[in-house]
């Protein structure tokens, strides 16, 4: 491993100056030199492999040449105590940034390592030990106590007692009757029960979750990434400082001085620990960012977008009011309603129907059923022939225009967010008025990106204006954008990106129809961990809390973590410059040089660990 490798050759150092110390302390400057060059020569060729790798793979010469130069210049004028603490900071900077990288990375490790392995499913009346991954459609899992639920599903058994605190945050567990969904990644906080595959492991929600976090681990930001190109600039002008001391002063300690105090760790460990720093304070908010890549961006967006159903709104319609026009009562409106549209899968439909069940409402069985996707549903209920949906839809059935009219300009009736039209044997019966109510965490979410520094919030959304507008108006959105269709949000959004003042432009969605904008965004943003993968998959972060206004906390963590490794980066380099001119001048030997970096690696390290408080 690495960080073990680093550690030891850190180890290695720190032993060879105490032994080569106590030998000079007691006499024998020889040997105390001999163990010094020994070890400085292996640290030397061990960085030498590194830097070789770095130019046969990636093709440049990295920040690490400026630490070989530092180590091969001090074995050349026999400055080795001063190579060996220039090995010591360098291999023990790289220990460092491991053991602070996995401290800031606790929340991105503990969700891979709750990944479920094993399952035991049902087989015959046995129960039968299998890979999670082996886990298929219809299967039922048995989950004992404590156990992590495998795989996305639906509860077989009476009841269950679930923890969902790894993915939505909620510390008290979530009690789950017969026929709901349970969601992999949660565990089971009850007496043991069965789950019903929905979907194989693969494609369950939690393992989307940790194919994020996986790229997480893996994918460097631009910040990070313009580490490898500062040497292409800084080596040159490194070595022509120093040769400029040695030339004046001919002194080519001072010379090897400069390059000593050059090394440009503040970038090389700064800018990735305060970055995953970031990552892990937003997992913290119940937010998983794709990478440092992704963190990096979001401490720069500008504009952000929201889809409104299901993500500013409860995304659930409920009936406000039933408003009659003929002798129907209400109660029998939403009866005959119901009973037709219970044969839809429309989100209207299903809330027709359990608006008549809550209200103790028997439908009849409808027959000879017709359905016009997204305009209405017809069928006859009791001998009646029943028509549910819009103007459009009812008029094509006879229904007369003129009544939908005159119900239409009836205001103070719920509302207003949407009005479904009944019409009853060729006449308008009455209009159902249902409202989707804006989220209670939403209130407020304009205000925090603005103080974020957000220059732009808009809502993009299918539905028609006046829907969008009463949504709109109630946030204090900038902007709205109504009626627009999946390839109308794609237009909204490379037009925004063209505007260098309106980027980086964030899509914040949570169904599958925005997954192409969340991919097309600067940064993506998908709500619930349950929600559709296809949306998790292309997005850059996924809000695994129920919570919109965690977007806020997403953005607030990129902001702190890529504020405190520029701020980490600007003063280490800006310690380092100041020392390089000094070590010019002859005031600062080598070895007092060594020790100084030695200190502003570790200042700038313990400054980007910040990131993962704030």
């Not at 390592?113 to 094993?118: D, H």
């Not at 009836?410 to 479904?420: L, N, P």
Request: charged content about 20%; aromatic content about 2%; proline content about 4%.
């Amino acid at each position: 491993m690495i960080e073990h490798r680093a550690r030891i050759l850190a180890a290695l150092a720190l032993a060879a100056i105490v032994i080569g110390g106590a030998l000079h302390l007691s006499g024998q400057p020889a040997a105390g030199d001999a163990v010094w060059r020994t070890v400085l020569v292996l640290l030397a060729a061990e960085l030498a492999i590194e830097v070789g790798r770095t130019v046969l793979v990636d093709h440049n010469m990295g920040v690490d040449t400026i630490a070989l130069v530092a180590m091969a210049g001090s074995l050349a004028l026999d400055e080795l105590l001063a190579g060996v603490v220039i090995g010591l900071m360098f291999s023990g900077g790289l220990a460092l940034e491991e053991v602070a990288s996995a401290r800031a990375r606790r929340e991105l490790t503990a969700l891979v390592e709750r990944a479920p392995k094993r399952a035991r499913i049902r087989v015959d009346g046995e129960l039968r030990d299998v890979a999670a991954d082996e886990v298929q459609v219809g299967d039922v899992a048995v989950v004992r106590t404590g156990e992590v639920i495998p795989v996305d599903g639906t509860l077989v058994s009476e009841r269950a007692d679930i923890d969902t605190s790894t993915l939505t945050g909620e510390a008290l567990p979530v009690s789950l009757s017969r026929g709901m969904s349970v969601l992999s990644g949660t565990a089971n906080a009850g007496a043991p029960f069965e789950v019903r595959a929905a979907r194989p492991a693969a494609e369950s929600a939690y393992a989307a979750l940790v194919r994020l976090v996986s790229q997480a681990e893996t994918e460097r930001a631009p910040l990070v990434r313009m580490a490898d190109r500062y040497a292409g600039f800084f080596l040159p002008a490194t070595l022509l400082i120093a040769g400029l001391a040695w030339a004046l002063s001919g002194d080519a300690v001072r010379g090897l001085a400069v390059v000593v105090v050059a090394t440009p760790c503040p970038l090389i460990l700064a800018a990735p620990i305060a970055l995953v720093s970031g990552l892990s304070r937003a997992a913290a908010a119940g937010v998983i960012v794709k990478g440092t890549g992704a963190i990096e961006t979001l401490g720069q967006v500008r504009t952000v977008l929201f889809d409104k159903t299901g993500t500013l709104t409860v995304g659930t319609p409920e009936v406000r009011e039933i408003v009659p026009r003929t002798g129907l009562e209400p109660a029998e409106i939403l009866t005959l309603a119901a009973a037709v549209d219970s044969m839809s899968t429309h989100v209207l439909g299903a809330a027709l129907t359990a608006a008549a069940h809550d209200a103790e409402l028997t439908p009849a069985e409808p027959h000879d059923i017709e359905e016009d996707p997204g305009q209405g549903i017809a069928g006859t209920v009791d001998g009646r022939r029943v028509a549910v949906g819009s103007r459009t839809f009812l008029a094509a059935r006879g229904v007369p225009r003129e009544q939908m009219d005159s119900a239409s300009l009836v205001d103070g009736h719920g509302s207003g967010e949407a009005r479904v039209m009944v019409g009853v044997d060729g006449e308008l019966a009455g209009v159902i008025v249902m409202a989707d109510d804006l989220r209670p965490d939403a209130r407020g979410i304009v205000e925090r990106l603005r103080a974020e520094g957000v220059r732009q919030v808009a809502m993009v959304s299918g539905d028609r204006r006046s829907v969008a507008e009463r949504i709109g108006r109630e946030l204090g959105v900038d902007r709205i954008y109504s009626e627009q269709s999946p390839e109308d949000k794609l237009e909204v959004i490379r037009r925004l990106r063209t505007d260098p003042g309106q980027r980086p432009v964030m899509m914040v969605g949570d169904g599958v129809n925005d997954a192409p904008a969340l991919a097309l965004a600067d940064v993506g943003v998908a709500m619930g961990a349950a929600g559709a993968t296809v949306s998790s998959e292309t997005a850059d972060a996924v809000i695994t809390v129920d919570r919109i206004d965690r977007v806020a906390d997403a953005i607030h963590a990129g902001r702190a973590a890529l504020h405190i490794a520029r701020q980490s980066v600007v003063v280490g380099m800006g310690l380092s410059l100041a020392a390089m001119i000094v070590a010019a001048f002859g005031y600062l030997p080598p070895l007092t040089g060594a020790l100084l970096q030695e200190g502003i690696d570790l200042a700038v390290i313990l400054n980007a660990l910040r990131a993962r408080r704030i």
